[in-house]
């Protein structure tokens, strides 16, 4: 079964960091693209970064320079570095599996003084 369990959430001050994971499991992860969304409070979800299979990426304008995606295959998990997190990060962040239309439950970051 398909499965993305994401990790690494939690509470961190404004200018801190956070790495975020989403470990894969039930699928061939290494020809899907994976990509991280968010969704803040009362706002729609957002796509924060993309990596293809080939190590492609893409980011929001918003966290260009701050977050880094990354991968590793043979483990099969997806990162999220967050650095010089601001409270507007604050939103509930989704793992998603493009070739398999799949996502995972989220995990909460809160930037909050």
């Known amino acids: 079964q398909v499965q993305l369990v994401e990790s690494g959430g939690g509470l961190v001050q404004p200018g801190g960091s956070l790495r975020l994971s989403c470990a894969a499991s039930?699928?061939?992860?290494?020809?899907?693209?994976m990509t991280w969304y968010r969704q803040a409070q009362g706002e729609e979800r957002e796509l924060v970064a993309s990596?293809?299979?080939?190590?492609?990426?893409v980011y929001a304008d918003s966290v260009k320079g701050r977050f880094a995606i990354s991968r590793d295959n043979a483990k099969n998990t997806v990162f999220l570095q967050m650095n010089s997190l601001k409270s507007e990060d604050t939103a509930v962040y989704y793992c998603?599996?493009?070739?398999?239309?799949?996502w995972g439950k989220g995990t909460l970051v809160t930037v909050s003084s």
């Open positions: 990596i293809t299979g080939g190590g492609t990426t």
């Open positions: 039930g699928m061939r992860f290494s020809i899907s693209a």
């Open positions: 998603f599996s493009v070739h398999y239309n799949y």
